[in-house]
């Protein structure tokens, strides 16, 4: 399988002067299209910073991150907000759901900024909501919901935009142990059924060793 993102000498430095912080140190690997790629490591061994990097949020101080071939460190500022609008999934570890909104208006959310015509914004929702098994919630708010439903919520947002690949920011972490498991072959059901590629920040090994292609570790 071709390599969906790939990263060569990644590397970030935190501060200036005699106050500098290495973050990330020459980080290299790549993941291919389809591959579910779980990344471990203790806290401060720089997990979020490779997400941040990945995602664009953040910029890389030396080497490179390619996305189907394309260079995401030369891109201008436009160029990368329009990727992470159109081609990047993220799910977060505290679901980010906009609690003054309905479950159909934030799984919609990223269409309406991609100014999608209603009818299609439409479509999308419910083809979405149908997969994730919400399609009874789309008219209740995040508070109504519990903690696994918010969660399938924010992986439905996520998968509304059909992105390149999703990034998985510890999106379990904050669930009860009874309800990760459920959540987990979730995210298998999806990959098997939608060929979805995952980029995946773990906690704990036993809930994703079973579904990974390839589990990474960042040491300190």
């Known amino acids: 399988m071709d390599a969906i993102l790939e990263l060569k000498n990644v590397t970030k430095y935190y501060g200036s002067g ?36 990945i995602s664009t949020i953040d910029r890389v101080s030396a080497g490179e991150i390619r996305v189907e071939g394309r260079l995401l460190t030369a891109m201008k500022e436009k160029e990368l907000s329009l990727f992470r609008r159109d081609r990047l999934g993220f ?35 419910h083809s979405v909501a149908k997969t994730l098994d919400v399609t009874e919630q789309l008219d209740k708010f995040p508070h109504e919901l519990s903690g696994g439903q918010r969660q399938r919520v924010g ?4 998968l509304a935009v059909s992105p390149e690949f999703i990034v998985c920011d510890e999106p379990i972490s904050a669930l009860d142990v009874s309800i990760q498991a459920q959540v987990i072959n979730m995210f298998e059901d999806l990959q098997e059924e939608m060929g979805l590629t995952y980029l995946f920040i773990a906690h704990d090994l036993s809930v994703v060793k079973h579904i990974s292609n390839r589990i990474g570790v960042m040491y300190l």
């Open 91 to 125: 799910i977060f570890q505290e679901y980010n759901l906009l609690d003054t909104l309905t479950i159909g208006e934030n799984i919609v959310l990223p269409l309406n900024l991609k100014k999608l015509p209603y009818e299609k914004s439409v479509q999308e929702l």
């Open 18 to 53: 005699s106050v500098v912080t290495k973050a990330l140190d020459g980080i290299s690997f790549s993941v291919r299209k389809g591959e579910f790629t779980a990344i471990m490591g203790a806290s401060g061994s720089g997990k979020s910073t490779l997400l941040n990097v």
């Open 155 to 158: 992986i439905a947002r996520a």
